[in-house]
């Protein structure tokens, strides 16, 4: 009848109007999604894209701001990632980890985020399949959702969603790099295989290989596979290429914001119960806490986001904070890297991990030494302040604690044979310029804790073991100086021990013991240090500032 056929209408149209009701409603909470500004993207021509380290350095002014950034190359992969594993890793397979989707409460040791490692073991091709199965049961089909959609549904599902877990192969030993002559990605610069053992990057001093940093890893990711907050070891640099898949979002704090976004997270995140005394950095180093940015935003943290698509690149700079999560099966590729101007925050990381008692992956010294000797023995004219002024401060730091521990004990044995870096038993620092040795002590001992070694009965039986050439890094230190005439620029916004000024605002008129009083006299060479004196931003707003002050 009639009237029947027109209530079916009424009914229909009242379906329509719940349904779009209740989508609404679903996301009410989440509208500080669209909030966030979106991370810089960069197309560099293809003379640009010649020199990876030449063109970081040109953008980094501006995109160390955010944090992160992206980097569209001119050139693609001529060979489909699945063709290159099918070739070069024939019988690849991989073990994922399972997380929890939900924000852990972090009041209890026992409430914690928990990443557990699967039972199952995948193929490439396996982990596909279950990935797009995965997301066509939830949404009908496997293919590219919309990115500000699938944001709100991760948000919403970790948040106010129904518990579940996602499989994402993280740390996987390898490479989708092609090894073929052929490939045009492949055979430039840019290849995740090769970028971090160039000249320009500082870790190519490393001797072995140190999967992860200095050797590239894969991550395989399914739809909401995640990458909890975190920041590089050693406040390094990172690159991430996507190799194909679905795209990721990243979201990231600026390395000028770190120490805020770390008090934002003990407030906030975290209960007084399970922090420790050093604060909320030992738990973000487990790479298990995820929260909403929205934290950040009503914290007044800076935080930026940006899509990731297949063939583009993401860099992250010194000490930035960042975290993400995948739209579907993807995979990625990532290495870390040194660029000169992040020395200042490696001597940061090694003073913190100092502090922490935390075994450093790298050894920033021996790192830094060689680059400053390599630097002042080099023909061509490099004007890097970031060197000169953080090896001039590490060795007059040096110099001064050399001069406490000679009048200690008047009788010290001194050994001019050391070579290779040694880790402190005390402190887990990395020993490269010289290190102390006695019997009241099983390991050796940086020379750092005259405080422990003036309780020590030793006496005759202490050695003192230095580099042979320490004479001649006094000697370059001092030239370095004469050059970058170290400055105070005010003082430290934060005085926690946790977070250690860098070698710029800890160097004063202290110790002229074998390296020059600091000089007036400016170069070309200064003209950084010159802008950051006279920079009257905050360090969260300037590059310059970052680089230095934080």
Not at 32 to 39: A, G
Not at 120 to 141: G, P, Q, T
Not at 148 to 176: C, I, P, Q
Not at 325 to 350: I, M, R, T, Y
Request: proline share 5%; hydrophobic share 35%.
């Amino acid at each position: 009848m009639r009237p029947h056929k027109q209530s079916s209408k009424a009914s229909n149209k009242s379906k329509t109007y719940f349904k779009s009701f209740t989508t609404a409603d679903k996301y009410h909470h989440l509208e500080w999604t669209n909030q966030i500004t979106e991370s810089p993207v960069y197309h560099p021509s293809v003379e640009d894209f010649k020199d990876p380290f030449q063109y970081l350095q040109k953008i980094a002014p501006q995109a160390s701001k955010y944090g992160v950034c992206k980097i569209v190359p001119p050139i693609t992969s001529t060979t489909p990632t699945g063709v290159i594993m099918m070739k070069e890793k024939p019988g690849f397979r991989f073990t994922p980890k399972v997380q929890p989707l939900g924000v852990a409460k972090w009041t209890t040791n026992n409430d914690n985020n928990t990443f557990f490692i699967s039972t199952k073991s995948y193929s490439l091709r396996d982990f596909e399949v279950m990935a797009n199965r995965a997301i066509a049961n939830k949404y009908c089909l496997s293919g590219c959702l919309p990115s500000a959609y699938l944001e709100k549904e991760f948000w919403h599902a970790m948040t106010r969603g129904n518990k579940g877990t996602v499989e994402y192969g993280v740390n996987v030993d390898g490479s989708a790099f092609s090894s073929s002559s052929n490939d045009h990605l492949a055979n430039t610069k840019w290849n995740l295989k090769k970028l971090p053992r160039l000249p320009k990057s500082a870790l190519h001093w490393i001797k072995n290989s140190v999967p992860g940093l200095t050797d590239p890893m894969l991550y395989i990711g399914m739809l909401f596979s995640m990458f909890a907050w975190h920041v590089e070891d050693h406040y390094l640099y990172s690159i991430n290429y996507h190799h194909c898949g679905a795209p990721k979002t990243w979201y990231g704090v600026p390395g000028s914001a770190a120490h805020e976004f770390e008090e934002a997270i003990q407030h906030h995140v975290y209960s007084k119960q399970i922090l420790s005394k050093n604060g909320a950095f030992e738990l973000l180093a487990e790479k298990t806490t995820m929260f909403p940015p929205n934290i950040l935003l009503q914290n007044h943290v800076p935080v930026y986001k940006l899509v990731q698509l297949p063939g583009e690149f993401v860099v992250t700079f010194p000490r930035a904070y960042h975290a993400g999560f995948s739209h579907g099966f993807n995979c990625g590729e990532a290495v870390n890297f040194a660029a000169n101007d992040w020395f200042p925050f490696g001597e940061a990381a090694n003073e913190r991990y100092t502090l922490l008692k935390k075994q450093p992956v790298i050894p920033y010294e021996e790192i830094l030494c060689k680059e400053a000797m390599h630097l002042f023995l080099s023909s061509k004219k490099d004007d890097n302040c970031f060197v000169k002024v953080s090896f001039a401060s590490m060795i007059r730091k040096y110099d001064n604690a050399l001069t406490r521990l000679k009048s200690l004990n008047k009788s010290i044995r001194i050994f001019s044979n050391l070579k290779e870096t040694v880790s402190c038993g005390l402190c887990k620092r990395d020993c490269y310029v010289a290190h102390v040795n006695c019997k009241c002590h099983f390991h050796n001992i940086c020379v750092f804790h005259d405080k422990e070694l003036s309780k020590c009965s030793c006496g005759s039986n202490r050695f003192l073991f230095v580099r042979p050439d320490l004479l001649k890094m006094k000697e370059v230190a001092k030239k370095f100086e004469e050059q970058q005439p170290i400055k105070k620029f005010g003082k430290q916004k934060n005085n926690s021990k946790a977070d250690v000024a860098t070698s710029v605002n800890r160097t004063g008129t202290r110790g002229k013991l074998g390296i020059s009083s600091m000089s007036n006299k400016r170069t070309r060479s200064s003209c950084r240090l010159k802008e950051i004196k006279k920079c009257k931003k905050r360090a969260s707003q300037c590059h310059l500032c970052a680089k230095i002050v934080h």
